[in-house]
């Protein structure tokens, strides 16, 4: 995995993260693209994801089309801006929470959900790093593994229509019991 830490970062404010939320990028409108495209897109959003500007918006990784990962925030200390207004039920509170900035760890997948089936090699990354990080983070429930229109109904849309959560909750499930 690569780590890129360009920019400056607020630290977490809550003690334990709670959730993961998995988002699509929105990039790569046209129904073909070219393998050479997705890398570009790749590296592109990565950047931009990772850069200090006025119009901060981050996540802690990014997932491209052939699986390669980065870490663009280090969920160990810092809070990403990803998740925006938001709230869900977190058993983990036994209520209503908002603001999953501060609670959850934010996974974008290079691509756009509602065009596009993402690769294999996503799945596979993306289950990787949801076993790792529900090992690394006891607190983190599989139940609060939520795409973002799960926080963010009828604002948001992510990780898209193709994505397919039996796929990633199988895959996990499989992982657990290896």
């Known amino acids: 995995m690569n780590k890129l830490s360009a920019h400056d970062k607020r630290k977490r404010r809550e003690k ?3 959730g993961i939320i ?3 990028t929105g990039i790569g409108g046209r129904k073909v693209i070219s393998e050479a495209l997705w890398a570009r897109l790749y590296r592109n959003i990565t950047a931009y994801l990772g850069a200090k500007d006025k119009n901060y918006v981050s996540a802690h ?3 491209g ?3 390669e990962t980065t870490e663009l925030v280090d969920p160990k200390e810092y809070e990403a801006f990803h998740a925006g207004k938001s709230t869900h039920w977190c058993g983990y509170h036994r209520r209503i929470v908002s603001d999953w900035n501060r609670r ?3 996974i974008e997948l290079i691509g756009d959900g509602n065009i596009h089936e993402y690769s294999e090699e996503q799945y596979e990354a993306l289950i990787d790093l949801c076993c790792y990080l529900v ?4 607190t983190i429930h599989p139940l609060n ?3 973002h229109e799960a926080i963010s109904p009828g604002r948001k849309d992510d990780p ?3 994505f397919d959560w039996n796929y990633l909750f199988e895959g996990i499930y499989h992982s657990v019991q290896d």
């Open 16 to 18: 334990h993260w709670v």
């Open 22 to 24: 998995i988002h699509h």
């Open 61 to 63: 990784y990014t997932i």
């Open 65 to 67: 089309r052939h699986g």
């Open 104 to 106: 959850a760890i934010g």
């Open 135 to 138: 090992a690394t983070h006891d």
């Open 145 to 147: 593994i939520l795409g």
């Open 160 to 162: 898209g229509k193709f």
